[in-house]
Every structure is written in structure tokens, then in C-alpha cells.
């Protein structure tokens, strides 16, 4: 089965390599402004890693094919392309991979075991420097929504928060300019799903952290630089008889952060070439969200409509 990745930056260099690693070695790396098309009309399957504004274009061109196509996040940039793809499409994917991170599925399971108590509040922050040593960078000069830090990185804790605890009622968000005059380098997001309430801090403009705390009502659960724990039972406590936090547990760990999230990358491509290679349809469920998603985000924060 040949692979095609649409794209020639990072990103599509890290799917290449994930491809590969599958045993797919015939990947085939296409970069859309200077390729030809027609090196590309004999592949089996599509990966879709061009900048964002681009997606609907290929989405578009790509679906005559009648193959499969990996689609990386966000599907399209504004709302009228939205309309165009919101219907269930069985061989088109979006990558939403923190879906498939450990946290996600520890996550989850405490939901389903009620081992933890209910779930109450979840906390992410998420930064780098890189407004203040790549200031032209891309994310600070294109001009549609999903570059800003909200569009680029909070689309997927948005997304995490709704797979694990169901559809959001409230979202809402709140911009700073630390360093670029473009695009705000710094967001603060709030929301509420169910019962759930959410805060994720996201900058491109202070020291790197990735960290998420997820309380419950009998303990907390914590991610930080790629290592999963757990502090339970609510009551633990002194010799005085008073509440102290009670005893960590580390139930997974990998070396960093970055081997945390290409992790939940490759189990998302895997994912995605199972289908693919068996003709399987993939989920509608996975799908609608994936639209809600975004649908959600531009009509919060806005986005070209035209």
C-alpha cells in the first residue's frame, strides 16, 4: 500500500518517518509547491500535512480519488468550507491525536471504573519561547485563526476535554500580545463540559511547560513532561487529623514530552492505516467530533467565513 504525504515542512517529515516505521517504506513525501500532481495519482492512501489553509483544497481534490485521506487538524479554516465536508465521509480522518494520548485513556478509564469519584476539573498549560526566538515564524505571520496558539494547540485539549467528558457547554477565550504584533502569542481558554470546568494557558512567549492536572472527587491525576501519576484517596491524613495530599503514584512514564505526544501521533496514523489497509469504515463518531470541534472554535473565536 503507497502512502502519500501532502506537505514538505516538519510535520510532514514526522508523519513520513511514522509511516515508515510502519513498514510502509515507500512513503512518498510530496510538497505541493513544487511537485507535480500526477507523481501522485498511483498512491493508495493520502496524508494531508500542508498548512491549514490549504486543507479544504486537498480534501477536495483528493475525495474524486476515492481513497482513504488522513487530514491533519484543523479540517478547514472557516466556516463555509466547514459546510462543505460536515457530512460523515467513511474513508476521510481527522487527526485529533490527543485522543489517543495515555493521559486520555487513564483518563477515561477512571471515568468508566469510578475508582477516582467524578470527575470536577481539569487544568492544562501548555508554552514555549518561540515567539521571542522565531518571531517571523508561521505562527505569527498567517493570517487565519489556526495558527494562533488558541487555533494551533488549544484545538486539541478543546477536543480531549469533549472526548473524555462529553460535549461543551460554555467556551470562552481571552488573548494576550507579550511579544508578537500579529497574532497573540498568549490565550487563556475556560470552559465547561457537563460538569467538568476546564482552563487551559497556552503562550508561545515564556519557559517550556507542558503539564494538565485532572481532578476528580477522590484524587487528582497528573501529566507533566511525559509522566503520568496519580495522588489518591481524598482522605489522607496527619497525624493531627488533618487533610494532607496524599501519596503519588507514577503509572507511566516515557523520557519527555515530545516521546509523550509522538506516542499519540503514531497510535492515531496506526489508527487510521488499519482501516485504511482493511477497507474498514472509520467511525462516525470520530468524525462528527472532529467537526463539532472545529465548528465549535470558529464560531467562538472567529474565522474567514467567506
Aim: hydrophobic share 35%.
Amino acid at each position: 500500500m503507497k502512502s502519500c504525504i501532502v506537505g514538505y515542512k516538519n510535520h510532514a517529515k514526522r508523519l513520513e518517518h511514522i509511516v515508515s516505521s510502519l513498514g510502509y517504506t515507500d512513503a512518498l513525501l510530496y510538497n505541493h509547491k513544487e511537485d507535480s500532481e500526477e507523481s501522485i495519482e498511483n498512491c493508495d492512501v493520502f496524508f494531508i500535512a500542508s498548512p491549514s489553509d490549504t486543507h479544504y483544497h486537498w480534501i477536495d481534490k483528493l475525495q474524486g480519488l476515492g481513497k482513504y485521506i488522513f487530514c491533519e487538524k484543523p479540517p478547514v479554516v472557516s466556516l463555509s468550507d466547514l459546510q462543505k465536508i460536515e457530512s460523515y465521509n467513511s474513508k476521510l480522518y481527522f487527526n485529533f491525536n490527543y485522543r489517543f494520548s495515555k493521559l486520555s485513556e487513564i483518563v477515561s478509564k477512571y471515568i468508566s471504573n469510578g475508582d477516582l469519584g467524578k470527575p470536577i476539573y481539569m487544568n492544562c498549560v501548555s508554552a514555549t519561547g518561540i515567539a521571542f526566538t522565531k518571531p517571523n515564524n508561521w505562527r505569527f505571520t498567517e493570517k487565519n485563526l489556526f495558527s494562533s496558539v488558541a487555533g494551533n494547540v488549544g484545538i486539541h485539549y478543546i477536543d480531549m476535554m469533549a472526548n473524555m467528558f462529553g460535549s461543551i457547554d460554555d467556551l470562552r477565550f481571552e488573548n494576550l500580545n507579550v511579544v508578537s504584533k500579529n497574532m497573540p502569542d498568549t490565550s487563556r481558554i475556560t470552559l465547561k463540559c457537563k460538569k467538568v470546568f476546564g482552563d487551559i494557558l497556552l503562550s508561545y512567549a515564556s519557559s517550556f511547560q507542558n503539564e494538565v492536572k485532572v481532578m476528580f472527587d477522590n484524587g487528582c491525576v497528573y501529566l507533566r513532561d511525559g509522566t503520568i501519576s496519580v495522588e489518591t484517596p481524598r482522605n489522607t491524613f496527619d497525624e493531627d487529623g488533618r487533610f494532607k495530599r496524599p501519596a503519588k503514584k507514577v503509572l507511566f512514564s516515557c523520557k519527555d514530552s515530545k516521546s509523550y505526544y509522538d506516542m499519540s501521533l503514531s497510535d492515531s496514523v496506526k489508527f487510521f492505516l488499519h482501516h485504511a489497509k482493511n477497507n474498514i469504515p472509520l467511525p462516525p463518531e470520530h468524525y462528527n467530533q472532529s467537526i463539532d470541534t472545529t465548528r465549535l472554535i470558529l464560531n467562538k473565536i472567529g474565522g474567514n467565513n467567506d
